[in-house]
């Protein structure tokens, strides 16, 4: 089963503009990770946030996790076509290192 | 540098033909995971393996069977696959704390 939803299903930007997504889960976590995936690919590795963190920033990536309401979201600064792909969120909900992968996101970024 | 390998990149197999999807690894990771992908949705998890230990979702069909015969390798068997079945396989690999998946270029299942 999935562990929880990502809105909005998709978004469509001009580039240079800010992209915002939000992902939110059921149970407790210890982690919250987002994943790119290019069409037809795999899935790649952005960021981490952990439990006890409320922000994190990795070059034009922003995070926040809201634990009370079980909320993260994603912004992307300065968007370029090269972003345009799926960005998913994941959570690992316990001691059992099954990871759980939100609905995902699809961005569209316009030249 | 491939880390994550699967082969192949597309599978073709008859309804009810079983088949076998795999996937090597090259980072002595103690975690291999199984996703399926279907089109424009999240992956699901069918289950995983921490070393030899075998975790299976208890909404994983009886249909889906996994192995793994040492630390680099891991397979998924297919006993009788359906039209449902059509899909993207991804494997994915991650260290004991589990803080980042790597991941396969998938395997693209069809079922004729």
């Known amino acids: 089963s999935q562990q929880g939803e990502e809105d909005p299903q998709a978004l469509s930007i001009q580039e240079g503009e800010n992209a915002t997504m939000n992902c939110s889960y059921k149970?407790?976590?210890?982690?919250l990770q987002w994943y790119r995936q290019n069409s037809g690919r795999g899935l790649v590795h952005l960021i981490l946030?952990?439990?006890?963190?409320r922000e994190k920033h990795s070059g034009r990536l922003r995070v926040t996790l809201d634990t009370s309401k079980k909320s993260s979201s994603l912004l992307i600064t300065a968007s370029r076509a090269a972003d345009t792909a799926s960005y998913f969120c994941?959570?690992?909900?316990?001691?059992?290192?099954?990871?759980?992968f939100g609905a995902g996101t699809r961005l569209t970024v316009k030249p | 540098d491939a880390m994550v390998i699967q082969n192949p990149r597309y599978q073709v197999t008859q309804f009810g033909k079983p088949v076998t999807l795999s996937c090597s690894q090259t980072?002595?990771?103690?975690?291999m995971y199984w996703y399926q992908q279907k089109s424009s949705q999240a992956p699901k998890l069918l289950f995983h393996?921490?070393?030899?230990?075998?975790?299976n979702e208890a909404d994983t069909p009886d249909n889906f069977q996994s192995r793994r015969p040492n630390t680099s390798f891991c397979f998924l068997d297919i006993r009788s696959p359906g039209l449902g079945d059509a899909a993207m396989y991804l494997c994915?690999?991650?260290?004991?704390?589990?803080?980042?998946?790597?991941f396969g270029s998938g395997t693209q299942l069809s079922v004729l």
């Open positions: 946030i952990r439990s006890n963190e």
């Open positions: 994941a959570t690992d909900a316990g001691n059992n290192n099954d990871m759980r």
């Open positions: 994915a690999t991650g260290g004991f704390t589990n803080e980042k998946l790597f």
């Open positions: 149970t407790s976590i210890n982690n």
């Open positions: 393996y921490y070393d030899k230990d075998f975790n």
């Open positions: 980072l002595n990771h103690n975690v």
